[in-house]
């Protein structure tokens, strides 16, 4: 459950006063759904975003430090600064620079498109050879995770038949989706609309926690599962893709082998620890597989 200010421990509340200054109104987001607080504070001296955590200890509190330990490397047109953490009563607390905007709309058509494909590109071209340490490796990730080798060993008796007819060709093209999303650029790994917020002419990234190292088109590679769940085709897709840079860095077998790779992981998931946005999310990455494998969806 999202606390309010009020909700928070008087000494939550003076730890972020400390920082902030007093605070005279506490506005809640819209959406967002990692963190037991989040508002924009307001101060006499202006904005500021924070959210916090009610387990500093726990695996919650381990990916909140980690995006506070990678953020000084992130570029500030990329996303917002983080100004401040601090730790109360088991919380752990973080203030970013407030930014205004809306969350991306990735629909065909919409006018938000330009300015993602502009981050996005930025992001693959200032996040190379980063410097930042202790970040987790992707391909370590998807490596234990292999969701079709899983479904091999073990099918579920639900899996559908194109899945169980592939398998062992899904479970080949997974490897070399391991291997092939290899590299050393700083990757947010979990791009979506929530994620994304647009204001005027810019986007920013935000929600670092699940960052890790890998190959620079692998964010957007991602991000086009989400614009065919948001009803582009797959050619679609690819072509807004292209618009940017790291994209031809990828091979053709690079992006079926992880299309395939990221279809396993959102099947294993549907079938494991099927959430609400699971079923449309594992439908759209069927549908990118499907043609990346030259076949209909």
């Not at 992001?123 to 479904?151: Q, Y």
């Not at 009803?231 to 031809?248: D, R, V």
């Not at 990828?250 to 959102?266: E, H, I, K, R």
């Not at 099947?267 to 099927?274: F, G, M, N, R, S």
Request: aromatic share 6%; hydrophobic share 45%.
């Amino acid at each position: 459950m999202l606390h309010t200010w009020d909700d928070l421990p008087a000494a939550v509340r003076a730890a972020i006063e400390a920082e902030t200054g007093p605070v005279t109104h506490a506005e809640a987001p819209a959406a967002g759904r990692n963190s037991d607080f989040a508002a924009t504070l307001h101060m006499d001296r202006g904005l500021v975003f924070c959210k916090g955590i009610a387990d500093a200890g726990g695996k919650r509190g381990t990916m909140h430090r980690h995006e506070a330990d990678i953020n000084p490397h992130l570029p500030p047109a990329i996303a917002p600064r983080l100004l401040w953490r601090a730790e109360a009563d088991d919380w752990l607390l973080l203030g970013f620079e407030h930014v205004t905007g809306h969350h991306a709309d990735l629909s065909p058509g919409s006018p938000d498109l330009l300015m993602v494909a502009d981050t996005v590109s930025a992001m693959s071209r200032e996040l190379r050879n980063c410097p930042a340490p202790n970040v987790p490796a992707l391909t370590d990730k998807m490596a234990w995770m292999s969701g079709w080798r899983r479904l091999r060993h073990q099918p579920p008796a639900e899996l559908d038949q194109w899945s169980l007819d592939r398998l062992d060709l899904l479970v080949r093209w997974e490897a070399q989706g391991i291997e092939a999303t290899a590299g050393d650029s700083l990757l947010h790994t979990d791009l979506h609309p929530l994620n994304i917020l647009v204001g005027d002419h810019r986007a920013w990234v935000i929600d670092w926690a699940w960052s890790q190292t890998g190959a620079p088109w692998v964010d957007t590679a991602h991000l086009v599962v989400r614009l065919i769940g948001q009803g582009h085709t797959p050619k679609a897709a690819e072509q807004w893709a292209a618009s940017t840079i790291a994209w031809s860095d990828a091979s053709a077998d690079a992006l079926t082998s992880f299309s395939v790779s990221l279809l396993g992981m959102w099947t294993y998931l549907q079938h494991t620890d099927p959430l609400p946005m699971r079923a449309e999310l594992t439908t759209a990455a069927r549908t990118w597989a499907s043609h990346r494998l030259a076949e209909p969806s």
